[in-house]
């Protein structure tokens, strides 16, 4: 992996979406402060500068059903992070980690494309030493330094994240998907009665599991299975 650092951008993903063509494959852009930070669904995301931020691009040449695991890749990337600091985890499909049922990172994947697939873009989110969140947030958000009761180096948990998410992807570029065993057996929505649109439908269903192929396994008040393939889920109970 190769680093860049800026003290502040305005986003990590935007500024790798910009560059691509001057950089390598497995370059990681990671900054303090971003100023039009973004987040899933076309929402912002806003840092104090307590949050680790940063950014992958991958040039390989992936097919549609790859680029749909990659999220869950990252994401099983983290919850090993945080294992790595005796943090339990759990990963709530499809782009978010979450820390005593409250989430610690978002994960946003986009793609570049100009007649084909030209680079992929990760962009991850922790909250790392947030002393507190505004009142829309407390609830659902929290922080390893509120988990753990200390802070946390934000270098040092970015190396850490590093070896976890390479050691995965050579793993998934050979072919072995042992990473999806963990994301199954670390799913948050597992059980969980979740509404969703299905088709432009509105559905509330219960979660049954996570599919090979990364889809939400879900069966529906008429006990229809229904395989989701993204989106998001509105659980019955926040969060
Ligand atoms: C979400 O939960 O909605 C996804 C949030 C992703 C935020 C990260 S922070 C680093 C990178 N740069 C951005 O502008 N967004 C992603």
Not at 90 to 100: E, F, H, S
Not at 122 to 143: P, T, Y
Not at 187 to 208: A, D, F, P, T
Request: overall charge negative.
């Amino acid at each position: 992996m190769k680093f860049l650092y800026f003290d502040e951008i305005d986003s990590t993903n935007e500024y790798l979406k910009r560059e691509y063509q001057n950089l390598d494959d497995m370059t990681l852009v990671y900054t303090g402060h971003q100023t039009a930070g973004k987040g899933r669904l076309g929402r912002t995301w806003v840092d104090d500068s307590s949050s680790l931020l940063f950014s992958i691009l991958l040039k390989k040449d992936f097919d549609y059903r790859s680029i749909e695991l990659l999220p869950l890749l990252c994401g099983v990337a983290l919850h090993q992070s945080l294992n790595k600091m005796n943090l339990e985890s759990q990963i709530k499909w499809p782009n978010d980690v979450l820390i005593q049922g409250k989430k610690c990172a978002g994960i946003l994947l986009e793609s570049i494309y100009r007649e084909k697939l030209e680079a992929l873009v990760i962009g991850i989110g922790i909250n790392v030493n947030n002393q507190s969140f505004s009142k829309d947030l407390e609830e659902k958000a929290i922080s390893l330094k509120m988990a753990l009761g200390h802070e946390v180096d934000k270098e040092q948990f970015l190396n850490i994240y590093v070896q976890q998410f390479e050691s995965l992807m050579d793993d998934f570029l050979k072919g072995d998907m042992t990473f999806m065993k963990v994301l199954k057996e670390n799913s948050y929505l597992n059980g969980k009665m979740v509404y969703l649109n299905y088709y432009g439908e509105n559905r509330h269903c219960r979660v049954i599991g996570i599919d090979d192929d990364g889809s939400l396994m879900v069966k529906d008040e008429k006990e229809n299975m229904l395989n989701l393939k993204s989106g998001e889920v509105t659980l019955e109970q926040n969060y």
